[in-house]
């Protein structure tokens, strides 16, 4: 049987009675079995037990077992935290506000700092950077590396550039209004590549997706790497 992913696992707050227990989960708490067939309004506790089975299954809910006395125990079901992350968050309201905040207190220059230690963390965070001095291999981790965020990219490569294609902005609400936000992406992939990375495209400038250039098997001049860059806004 295929291990659920993540896509999987949004899916069921889109749709039907998973979707509907997750949302009675996050709104009351802890609830038996019992407890979420009454919500629901069901006729077969069995059927409940059996969208419990597969939430659990998915890592969505986990059960907690209350002794009540000396028979058996009960089970109350709660949201795991992979579920509460699938919930709709604040994160880009508050991480703007945030970047105002720091340019207006600390300037743009130390704000560029901080930009750069949070790209170092963010290397960290998805298995840091690679020894091996090969490129392609640098590449394999950071495809990796993004694929598990949920940010796939499409790599290809020319014999004087790699183009990496990002289809999805996980920052796109910020960088609207601060494009500040986009150097997080490009300095983390620049020390995972152990190469400059350009930045040449954004979706949140009416591309299909955002287009970072990277030096390949050789450096090419600026004259080349101009050249480059019209090729492929042209291709």
Known sequence: MAKPTSEDSLQYLQR????????????????????????LGVRSLNAVREQISSLTASG?????????????PAYLYMLSDKAQALFPKGY?????????????????E???????GVSTRLVQHYGGQTESAELGQRLAVLAQALAQRGTPIIIDEHEDAVILHEYTCPYFNVAQENAEVCQIEQQMMEQVLGRKARLTQRIVDGHAGCQFVVDGL???????????????QQS
């Not at 130390?110 to 750069?116: A, D, G, K, M, Y």
Request: aromatic letters at 0%.
């Open 16 to 39: 039907g009675p998973a979707a509907e227990i997750l949302r009675l989960l996050q709104h009351n708490g802890p609830m038996s079995a019992k407890q979420l067939q009454a919500e």
């Open 60 to 72: 969505l809910i986990v059960a907690n077992a209350v002794r009540r006395g000396t028979g058996r």
């Open 92 to 108: 880009d309201v508050l991480l703007k506000l945030l970047l105002e905040e720091l340019d207006e207190q600390l300037g743009q």
């Open 110 to 116: 130390r704000l560029q700092q901080i930009l750069t």
């Open 218 to 232: 050789k450096r090419p001049s600026d004259g080349d790497a101009a050249e480059n860059d019209n090729r492929l």
